[in-house]
């Protein structure tokens, strides 16, 4: 539309604002909202700019930071800290013409999977007011099924594009490890992938183009596909064998009726569109996953609380931050380095046991989670259990993170609803490195059911 002069780029930048200005106070999807340098980099683009997305409104996750803006980790620790710098992902967004209108919500240090920072306070579901939009990429998924953005950045340590993905109806994607640079604040990441909340899958093949490969410094990175993502999507999947796991890769998790049925009617589409599929059990139900996880992940969010008491100049305190992420701080202080290099060891191996059982199958399909989006207030990591917040979080997301565990990439799909109107997608999972083929796979999904012009019912203004 800007290419062909059909709306100008402040004009669209402009609209969208005013829609994060008309229903933040009831979705509270952003931190911070960037009026003035979102308006004047809005200015410098017209219909010549041949940038492939020039123009286009988009939010960043509040974990990345970007130059002039706050960045918070929806924490109070953080204070009123500015970035000096953009992530390497955020200046390919401004090379590539994208207009950044502000930075979204998330839970504090992107721990759990709901948005209910102490700070911000609760972002909630476009599709009902009263439920989580998932978490940790709380805000960017509420923020694209609002419509107060075409598109927003988040990403995934654990399941935190996906899960919102699915609380919210939309796409997203968790690349293949190593995809995208985390640069140039670290040289690689182990757990977690940066991505977008889109409503189609062309949509997040296009970013993954744009996104991916190497930058100057990475310690690892995936090797490029044999053509564009965009291109791999929209070629035919060809006939595939898909495995259906329905157990959780969590043990004591149950997967609430609703969920299964909702798998097992896209495994009976995809025998419709030509797939094999058998259900399997692989071999991930293992009361020790949760602890290797959290050995591994907790040492992540406290380098994020310690990164925080360098920017006050002094040591966090308990009162700086919610109790959970406390409560991770003391358990990795106390984590002898032979632990934590056992732990790191462990979800390592299983990794490999996982990838290996997988390897005879092309594709995994599983409920995207074990329960329809829960209801604000429930987790929150705030009061006197937390490690109980913790634990039922995991309940609510059993199958996403064991993606992040493996690298595999791995994507949520809008395809069906629940009887009262909320958003019920299942997950997809890839071969190492093979996103092109999952995009094309999920691409064929969306022809048989398409979903992107679903619309959340919109909130009145207050």
Known sequence: MVRSREVSSPELVEASLRRIDELQPQINAFTHVAHESALAAAAEIDGDDGRPFAGVP????DNRPVAGMPITMCSD???????????YLVRRLRDAGFVIVGKTALPEMGILPTTESRRFGPTRNPWNLDRTPGGSSGGAAAAVAARMVPIAHGNDGGGSTRIPAACCGLVGLKPARGRVSVGPDAGDSLLVQDGVLT???????????????????????APPPPAPFAELAAHDPGRLRIGLALNPPLDGATVDPVCERAARDAAELLESLG??????????????VLSYFTRAFGPMVSLTTMIGGRIRGREPTEADVEPLTWAMWERARATDAVAFLTADDRIKALAREVVRFLGAHDALLTPALARPPVPIG?????????????????????????????????????????DDGLPLAVQLGGRPLDEGRLLSLAAQLEVAVPWAERRAPSPAAV
């Open 58 to 61: 988009i939010a960043v996750k």
């Open 77 to 87: 620790l953080f204070g009123d800290a500015v970035a000096g710098h953009d992530a």
């Open 199 to 221: 409503r189609t899958v062309s949509e997040t093949a296009a970013l993954l183009d744009l996104l991916a490969g190497y930058e100057l410094g990475d310690c690892t990175w």
């Open 275 to 288: 797939h094999s599929v058998e259900e399997i059990t692989p071999p991930w139900s293992n009361r020790e």
């Open 378 to 418: 429930e987790i929150h990591g705030r009061g006197p259990d937390p490690w109980g917040h913790y634990r039922r979080s995991g309940y609510f997301t059993p199958f996403t993170a064991i993606f992040n565990v493996t690298g595999l990439p791995a994507i949520s799909l809008p395809l069906y609803e629940t």
